[in-house]
């Protein structure tokens, strides 16, 4: 048992250090003495070790001659990963766009984008769901770019000698990420609320359950955020308990209305509750912005099924396509880069759902 784990060792050596090009395309591996001296093991350790490394093709044996390297250097593909699970719910249009922009970079680039879809809602089961590190999956990949944190996948990727950038919000345990800065989207929601009288303001939230609010997580992060809203305006939380699906955002946002004295003003954390909400607002027949005004966080060029122009702040696609591309394409060209990340800025988006403030008197 202990010959096979040190086998598995080595052959893990071996794999990462010739996908980092020690050994070029054709060329002799150290003979097997001198693999035993260096790794300081057995001859049937190597010979194991080897073996596997011939099943998966990287290396072709000749009897008398020695070990060649079948590696060759024709790296023109790009990994992207993403996850079933978003693509189907409402945040879909914002991984599509991302999508189809970071296929335009890469496009550009003369690089081919290979799509990895897994599913599930932890990292564990998304990890479960994709063969991204089966044997010769990655042999032509320059690099990997989730749309997500990468979480499982990168200490196995760095292994393995390949280039990777995650995507993500607020925290990650990723070494080379770029980051979207959702707290600064929710302030400057919240600035263009106060700047239309919104000194009060109502905020519809999903509220994470208590298995997802870890210290050091995301969401816990993204729900520290939500509470910090509050230290610099008036603010009435109106939590919407389904998450991840909007199916109690209807409720909540009619309870929210059926209060007596509830503010005039809302900020929607995220476009998918909007969607509920904009039902209720539209079965009440309620005048936007007359009789109520509102902004929510969404994606940039994301439609709306809405009468009035939908104000909201988010983020540029192709700004975080730019960001996941410019940072993959730095850490290819320096493998030895330290960890490194690339703030993406949200944006502001107009519409007619808020009164336009007042001119400041000259």
């Given amino acids: 048992m202990i010959a096979v784990d040190k086998s598995v060792q080595v052959e893990r050596q071996l794999r990462s250090i ?28 190597v010979r194991q070790a080897l073996a596997t490394l011939e099943m998966d093709g990287l290396v ?92 499982y996948f990168e200490p196995k990727l760095r292994e393995l000698g390949v280039p990777a950038v995650g995507l993500s919000t607020s925290v990650s345990t990723c070494r080379h990420r770029a980051v979207l800065d959702h707290g600064r989207m929710l302030e400057l929601g919240a600035e263009t609320l106060r700047a239309h009288g919104g000194e009060a303001f109502a905020f519809v939230h999903f509220r994470f359950p208590d298995s997802y609010l870890e210290p050091g997580s995301e969401h816990h992060a993204i729900n520290q955020q939500y509470q910090a809203l509050g230290r610099h305006a008036r603010v009435t939380y109106v939590p919407v308990a389904s998450y991840p699906d909007t199916r109690d955002a209807y409720a909540a946002f009619s309870r929210f209305l059926d209060t007596p004295g509830h503010p005039r003003h809302v900020f929607f954390a995220d476009d998918c509750i909007f969607d509920v909400a904009a039902q209720v607002i539209l079965e009440r027949g309620l005048r936007v912005p007359e009789e109520i005004q509102f902004i929510t966080c969404t994606s940039i060029g994301r439609p709306f099924h809405f009468p009035v122009p939908v104000t909201g702040v988010g983020f540029h696609p192709r700004r975080i396509a730019d960001g996941l591309w410019r940072q993959l394409k730095t850490v290819i060209e320096k493998p030895d880069l330290p960890p490194s990340t690339v703030m993406i800025e949200p944006e502001f988006i107009p519409g007619n759902t808020l009164i336009p403030a007042s001119p400041i008197p000259l």
């Fill in 18 to 45: 010739i996908a980092r090009g020690k050994y070029a395309h054709a060329s002799l591996l150290p003979t097997e003495t001198e693999l035993m001296k260096e790794f300081q093991i057995g001859r049937n350790t």
């Fill in 60 to 151: 072709i044996r000749r009897r008398g001659s020695g070990t060649y390297v079948n590696y060759p250097r024709d790296k023109t593909e790009i990994a992207i990963l993403g996850n079933i699970y978003t693509s189907g719910s409402g945040g879909g249009f914002f991984q599509a766009r991302i999508l189809q922009e970071l296929q335009a970079c890469l496009g550009k680039a003369e690089l081919r984008p290979v799509l990895y879809f897994g599913s599930g809602l932890t990292s564990e089961e998304f990890a479960a769901s994709i063969k991204l590190l089966d044997p010769g999956m990655l042999d032509h990949t320059a690099g990997v770019a989730a749309i997500h944190d990468l979480h």
